[in-house]
T-cell receptor, first 114, second 108 residues
Framework: GAGVSQSPSNKVTEKGKDVELRCDPI?????LYWYRQRLGQGLEFLIY????????KSGLPSDRFSAERTGESVSTLTIQRTQQEDSAVYLC????????????FGQGTRLTVV | AQRVTQPEKLLSVFKGAPVELKCNYS??????LFWYVQYSRQRLQLLLR??SRESIKGFTADLNKGETSFHLKKPFAQEEDSAMYYC??????????FGTGTRLQVFP
Protein backbone atom coordinates (compact mmCIF):
# COMPACT_ATOMS: atom_id res chain seq x y z
CA GLY A 1 0.00 0.00 0.00
CA ALA A 2 1.06 3.56 -0.61
CA GLY A 3 2.46 5.60 2.19
CA VAL A 4 2.00 9.30 2.82
CA SER A 5 2.49 11.23 -0.38
CA GLN A 6 3.31 14.93 -0.68
CA SER A 7 3.35 17.12 -3.74
CA PRO A 8 5.20 18.84 -5.14
CA SER A 9 8.54 17.47 -3.96
CA ASN A 10 10.19 20.79 -4.66
CA LYS A 11 8.74 24.23 -5.15
CA VAL A 12 10.56 27.43 -6.02
CA THR A 13 8.43 30.53 -5.84
CA GLU A 14 8.91 34.25 -5.96
CA LYS A 15 8.47 36.33 -2.85
CA GLY A 16 4.90 37.53 -2.57
CA LYS A 17 3.33 34.63 -4.47
CA ASP A 18 0.90 32.16 -2.94
CA VAL A 19 1.74 28.45 -2.76
CA GLU A 20 -0.31 25.36 -2.06
CA LEU A 21 1.22 22.18 -0.69
CA ARG A 22 -0.64 18.90 -0.84
CA CYS A 23 -0.63 15.85 1.41
CA ASP A 24 -2.27 12.49 0.66
CA PRO A 25 -2.35 10.49 3.90
CA ILE A 26 -2.56 6.74 4.30
CA UNK A 27 -6.12 5.63 3.63
CA UNK A 28 -8.16 5.36 6.82
CA UNK A 29 -5.84 7.48 8.93
CA UNK A 30 -7.91 9.94 10.92
CA UNK A 31 -5.09 12.12 12.23
CA LEU A 32 -3.00 14.29 9.93
CA TYR A 33 -0.11 16.57 10.88
CA TRP A 34 1.88 19.37 9.26
CA TYR A 35 5.37 20.31 10.40
CA ARG A 36 7.99 22.75 9.18
CA GLN A 37 11.67 21.91 9.19
CA ARG A 38 14.01 24.81 8.58
CA LEU A 39 17.58 24.10 7.56
CA GLY A 40 19.54 22.77 10.50
CA GLN A 41 16.57 22.92 12.84
CA GLY A 42 14.03 20.52 14.27
CA LEU A 43 10.40 19.83 13.47
CA GLU A 44 8.18 22.79 14.17
CA PHE A 45 4.53 21.82 14.76
CA LEU A 46 2.12 23.75 12.55
CA ILE A 47 -1.32 22.14 12.75
CA TYR A 48 -3.04 18.81 13.09
CA UNK A 49 -6.40 17.43 12.00
CA UNK A 50 -8.72 14.93 13.60
CA UNK A 51 -10.90 13.97 10.68
CA UNK A 52 -11.60 17.22 8.87
CA UNK A 53 -11.37 19.36 12.00
CA UNK A 54 -8.29 21.16 13.24
CA UNK A 55 -8.45 21.26 17.07
CA UNK A 56 -5.11 23.03 17.37
CA LYS A 57 -3.95 25.70 14.96
CA SER A 58 -1.60 27.30 17.45
CA GLY A 59 1.51 26.41 15.50
CA LEU A 60 0.62 28.33 12.37
CA PRO A 61 3.24 31.11 12.23
CA SER A 62 0.98 33.85 10.91
CA ASP A 63 -2.35 34.52 9.24
CA ARG A 64 -0.62 33.96 5.90
CA PHE A 65 -0.71 30.24 6.70
CA SER A 66 -3.87 28.17 6.45
CA ALA A 67 -4.71 24.51 6.05
CA GLU A 68 -7.74 22.44 5.30
CA ARG A 69 -8.64 18.80 5.02
CA THR A 70 -11.54 17.32 3.12
CA GLY A 71 -13.15 13.91 3.04
CA GLU A 72 -10.95 12.89 5.97
CA SER A 73 -8.31 12.47 3.32
CA VAL A 74 -6.32 15.02 1.35
CA SER A 75 -4.98 18.10 3.10
CA THR A 76 -3.61 21.31 1.64
CA LEU A 77 -1.36 23.81 3.35
CA THR A 78 -1.57 27.26 1.78
CA ILE A 79 0.96 30.01 2.30
CA GLN A 80 -0.09 33.41 1.04
CA ARG A 81 2.28 36.22 0.09
CA THR A 82 5.32 34.03 0.68
CA GLN A 83 8.38 35.47 2.39
CA GLN A 84 11.97 34.27 2.30
CA GLU A 85 11.71 33.04 5.89
CA ASP A 86 9.04 30.60 4.71
CA SER A 87 11.76 28.61 2.92
CA ALA A 88 11.86 25.19 4.55
CA VAL A 89 10.88 21.56 4.16
CA TYR A 90 7.22 21.05 4.97
CA LEU A 91 6.46 17.59 6.30
CA CYS A 92 3.11 15.87 6.50
CA UNK A 93 2.35 12.80 8.61
CA UNK A 94 -0.72 10.70 9.29
CA UNK A 95 -1.75 8.18 11.92
CA UNK A 96 -4.72 6.08 12.97
CA UNK A 97 -5.27 8.46 15.85
CA UNK A 98 -4.86 7.91 19.56
CA UNK A 99 -1.95 8.74 21.80
CA UNK A 100 0.10 5.64 21.14
CA UNK A 101 -0.20 5.25 17.43
CA UNK A 102 2.70 5.60 15.03
CA UNK A 103 2.86 8.61 12.75
CA UNK A 104 3.91 7.89 9.17
CA PHE A 105 5.71 10.66 7.34
CA GLY A 106 5.77 11.83 3.77
CA GLN A 107 8.96 12.71 1.96
CA GLY A 108 8.31 16.42 2.39
CA THR A 109 8.00 19.43 0.13
CA ARG A 110 11.08 21.61 -0.11
CA LEU A 111 9.91 25.21 -0.53
CA THR A 112 12.35 27.86 -1.65
CA VAL A 113 11.22 31.47 -1.77
CA VAL A 114 13.44 33.67 -3.93
CA ALA B 1 1.71 23.15 27.52
CA GLN B 2 3.58 20.31 25.86
CA ARG B 3 7.29 20.72 25.35
CA VAL B 4 10.16 18.44 24.39
CA THR B 5 13.78 19.40 24.94
CA GLN B 6 16.78 17.73 23.36
CA PRO B 7 19.80 19.61 24.70
CA GLU B 8 22.40 18.20 22.31
CA LYS B 9 22.39 19.16 18.64
CA LEU B 10 25.27 16.85 17.84
CA LEU B 11 26.66 13.75 19.52
CA SER B 12 29.79 12.13 18.15
CA VAL B 13 31.11 8.76 19.31
CA PHE B 14 33.35 6.00 18.04
CA LYS B 15 32.01 2.62 16.99
CA GLY B 16 31.50 0.35 19.98
CA ALA B 17 31.11 3.20 22.45
CA PRO B 18 27.93 3.62 24.51
CA VAL B 19 25.42 6.21 23.40
CA GLU B 20 22.86 8.23 25.32
CA LEU B 21 20.68 10.79 23.58
CA LYS B 22 18.94 13.00 26.08
CA CYS B 23 15.28 13.98 26.04
CA ASN B 24 13.32 15.91 28.66
CA TYR B 25 9.68 16.78 28.46
CA SER B 26 7.14 19.07 30.02
CA UNK B 27 3.55 17.95 30.28
CA UNK B 28 1.09 18.12 33.15
CA UNK B 29 -0.73 14.89 32.36
CA UNK B 30 0.33 11.38 31.46
CA UNK B 31 2.37 11.57 28.27
CA UNK B 32 3.20 9.08 25.61
CA LEU B 33 6.81 9.33 24.49
CA PHE B 34 8.43 8.24 21.25
CA TRP B 35 11.78 8.26 19.49
CA TYR B 36 11.79 8.84 15.74
CA VAL B 37 14.83 8.50 13.49
CA GLN B 38 15.74 9.95 10.11
CA TYR B 39 18.54 8.21 8.24
CA SER B 40 20.24 10.03 5.37
CA ARG B 41 17.90 10.49 2.41
CA GLN B 42 15.08 8.58 4.11
CA ARG B 43 11.80 9.56 5.65
CA LEU B 44 11.36 10.17 9.32
CA GLN B 45 10.24 6.92 10.95
CA LEU B 46 9.33 5.56 14.34
CA LEU B 47 12.17 3.92 16.25
CA LEU B 48 10.42 3.03 19.48
CA ARG B 49 7.66 4.09 21.87
CA UNK B 50 7.80 3.89 25.63
CA UNK B 51 4.58 1.97 26.07
CA SER B 52 5.98 -0.97 24.13
CA ARG B 53 9.04 -1.27 26.37
CA GLU B 54 10.84 -2.72 23.40
CA SER B 55 14.42 -2.75 22.20
CA ILE B 56 14.81 -1.80 18.56
CA LYS B 57 18.18 -2.09 16.81
CA GLY B 58 19.74 -2.36 20.25
CA PHE B 59 18.23 0.93 21.43
CA THR B 60 16.15 1.25 24.59
CA ALA B 61 14.48 4.17 26.32
CA ASP B 62 13.01 4.32 29.80
CA LEU B 63 10.42 6.85 30.87
CA ASN B 64 11.45 8.51 34.13
CA LYS B 65 8.46 10.49 35.34
CA GLY B 66 10.34 11.87 38.33
CA GLU B 67 12.97 13.44 36.12
CA THR B 68 10.56 13.92 33.19
CA SER B 69 13.06 12.26 30.91
CA PHE B 70 13.05 9.68 28.15
CA HIS B 71 16.68 9.21 27.22
CA LEU B 72 17.62 6.90 24.35
CA LYS B 73 20.45 4.48 25.02
CA LYS B 74 22.52 1.90 23.21
CA PRO B 75 25.45 0.07 24.81
CA PHE B 76 27.56 -0.30 21.65
CA ALA B 77 27.08 2.17 18.80
CA GLN B 78 27.39 1.06 15.19
CA GLU B 79 28.25 3.17 12.15
CA GLU B 80 24.78 2.52 10.71
CA ASP B 81 23.27 4.25 13.74
CA SER B 82 24.44 7.59 12.35
CA ALA B 83 21.25 9.58 11.83
CA MET B 84 19.06 12.36 13.17
CA TYR B 85 17.06 11.36 16.25
CA TYR B 86 13.91 13.12 17.43
CA CYS B 87 12.12 12.68 20.72
CA UNK B 88 8.35 13.19 20.52
CA UNK B 89 5.46 13.56 22.94
CA UNK B 90 1.75 12.97 22.61
CA UNK B 91 -0.52 14.33 25.33
CA UNK B 92 -4.23 14.03 25.91
CA UNK B 93 -5.11 14.47 22.26
CA UNK B 94 -3.65 13.37 18.97
CA UNK B 95 -1.29 16.34 18.97
CA UNK B 96 2.28 15.12 18.48
CA UNK B 97 5.18 17.46 19.08
CA PHE B 98 8.88 16.93 18.54
CA GLY B 99 12.12 18.12 20.03
CA THR B 100 14.73 19.88 17.97
CA GLY B 101 16.61 16.66 17.27
CA THR B 102 20.09 15.31 17.93
CA ARG B 103 22.43 14.30 15.16
CA LEU B 104 24.35 11.16 16.08
CA GLN B 105 27.64 10.59 14.30
CA VAL B 106 29.35 7.24 14.81
CA PHE B 107 32.94 7.16 13.61
CA PRO B 108 34.69 3.92 12.59
Amino acid sequence: GAGVSQSPSNKVTEKGKDVELRCDPISGHTALYWYRQRLGQGLEFLIYFQGNSAPDKSGLPSDRFSAERTGESVSTLTIQRTQQEDSAVYLCASSQGGKNTEAFFGQGTRLTVV
Amino acid sequence: AQRVTQPEKLLSVFKGAPVELKCNYSYSGSPELFWYVQYSRQRLQLLLRHISRESIKGFTADLNKGETSFHLKKPFAQEEDSAMYYCALSGGTDKLIFGTGTRLQVFP
